[in-house]
T-cell receptor, first 114, second 112 residues
């Protein structure tokens, strides 16, 4: 059963506008969340993360928001650029677990058009 | 230059043959992971290892095997028992106490 869900397989946004990618999770033990970006035929690269003790983390054009009560997080990209076109994966981990593994969503393909 | 290398980039295999995918890291990371990516499926965990000579099954371990004889290396064997082996395979590593995983460039396996 998918513990991390990205319900939008694709998103199309005009250059300069805001991109909002969403992620939901079911496991209330998850306490750390990450976003990865992936280009075709390459490995994912880490983008930004957030701990469950925070509700917002910002890094340049990228901001992640966490709503623990709704078990929902979102990644905002402002302004969007054509180079942001990629697949974005949301991931979560229960840092108290001995398993020490990430759980990934299925990804959202972002397309930024000029 | 520290990083993770996977070889080869593209691999072709005849049905019924075993094949081994290489993953090497020089980041001094204790933990290593194997994922497979299929269209619309995201990243699914095959096997992972948090320490040398120990590894755990992930969500889709059937038809795969691994070994972890050295800290730097975590090879994945796709056996003939894997029913649908054509996919993009990704290796990753991390510090056990950290959460961020670093990924290699991936290997595209095609079964003919």
């Amino acid at each position: 059963d998918q513990q991390v869900k990205q319900n939008s397989p694709s998103l199309s946004v005009q250059e300069g506008r805001i991109s909002i990618l969403n992620c939901d999770y079911t496991n209330s033990m998850f306490d750390y969340f990450l976003w990865y970006k992936k280009y075709p035929a390459e490995g994912p690269t880490f983008l930004i993360s957030i701990s469950s003790i925070k509700d917002k983390n910002e890094d340049g054009r990228f901001t992640v928001f966490l709503n623990k009560s709704a078990k929902h997080l979102s990644l905002h990209i402002v302004p969007s650029q054509p180079g942001d076109s990629a697949v974005y994966f949301c991931a979560a981990i229960d840092r108290g677990s001995t398993l020490g593994r990430l759980y990934f969503g299925r990804g959202t393909q972002l397309t930024v058009w000029p | 230059d520290g990083g993770i290398t996977q070889s080869p980039k593209y691999l072709f295999r005849k049905e019924g043959q075993n094949v081994t995918l290489s993953c090497e890291q020089n980041l001094n990371h204790d933990a290593m992971y194997w994922y497979r990516q299929d269209p619309g499926q995201g990243l699914r965990l095959i096997y992972y290892s948090q320490i040398v000579n120990d590894f755990q099954k992930g969500d889709i371990a059937e038809g795969y095997s691994v070994s972890r004889e050295k800290k730097e290396s975590f090879p994945l064997t796709v056996t003939s028992a894997q029913k649908n082996p054509t996919a993009f395979y990704l290796c990753a590593s991390s510090i056990v106490s950290d959460n961020e995983q670093f990924f290699g460039p991936g290997t595209r396996l095609t079964v003919l």
